[in-house]
Antibody
Framework: EVQLVQSGAEVKKPGATVIISCKVS????????IYWVQQAPGKGLQWMGL????????IYADPFKGRVTIAADTSTDTSYLELSSLSSVDTALYYC?????????????WGQGTMVTVSS | QSALTQPASVSGSPGQSITISCTGP?????????VSWYQQHPGKAPQLIIY???NRPSGISDRFSGSRSGNTASLTISGLQAEDEAVYYC?????????FGRGTKLTVL
């Protein structure tokens, strides 16, 4: 069974950087992209970007370019989301997602989400 | 990368059918077959219910169906049940990235 387990909640001050992890199990890590999605409180889903664990190639959504880094560590089967220059608008739940193998064109496996709170 | 357009809310009575639309610029929903739909209950992660415009993952009820006409994709839920009350999001591949709709709150009356 494909599973994604994310790191715990974070509280950060404005201007700080947060790193969230997403550990995968149940499949070969390099087989599928890892995607990251932001959800602000009471708001919708926003696609942030992806990493190809096989070669580390990334694609970022325009609103996050320059502030976000997504990486994949094949030695630990873990993806990381780094978001810098945090402000209150970054207070949100962050999800990682991937494919189960049955579906290769949509996000059918999700992590449990990591809450990031930005507060002075 | 503007969000896809969905109605903010829809409602229906148990047993009825409802349809949620998802519209984007011609470069988003129209030319690609990678349109998907997600159901999200409060406090839960999203769940994939439709992929590639019309396909259901295993385990998803056949009461959920997807379609597309031109630049508008649609999700239809037939035989509404109380457990269908949730927020529904469409998602589309744009050729270089993915974009979600703003979400539609479904209320089962």
């Amino acid at each position: 069974e494909v599973q994604l387990v994310q790191s715990g909640a974070e509280v950060k001050k404005p201007g700080a950087t947060v790193i969230i992890s997403c550990k995968v199990s149940g499949y070969t890590f390099t087989d599928y992209y890892i995607y990251w999605v932001q959800q602000a409180p009471g708001k919708g889903l926003q696609w942030m970007g992806l990493v190809d664990p096989e070669d580390g190639e990334t694609i970022y959504a325009d609103p996050f370019k320059g502030r976000v880094t997504i990486a994949a560590d094949t030695s630990t089967d873990t993806s990381y989301l780094e978001l810098s220059s945090l402000s209150s608008v970054d207070t949100a739940l962050y999800y990682c997602a991937t494919h189960s193998g049955q579906v290769l064109s949509a996000f059918d496996v999700w992590g449990q989400g990591t809450m990031v709170t930005v507060s002075s | 990368q503007s969000a896809l357009t969905q109605p903010a809310s829809v409602s229906g009575s148990p047993g009825q059918s409802i349809t949620i639309s998802c519209t984007g610029p011609s470069g988003d929903v129209g030319p690609y077959d990678y349109v998907s739909w997600y159901q999200q209950h409060p406090g839960k992660a999203p769940q994939l219910i439709i992929y590639d415009v019309i396909n259901r993952p295993s385990g998803i009820s056949d009461r959920f169906s997807g379609s597309r006409s031109g630049n508008t994709a649609s999700l239809t839920i037939s035989g509404l049940q109380a457990e269908d009350e949730a927020v529904y999001y469409c998602n589309s591949y744009t050729g270089s990235s993915w974009v979600f709709g703003r979400g539609t709150k479904l209320t089962v009356l």
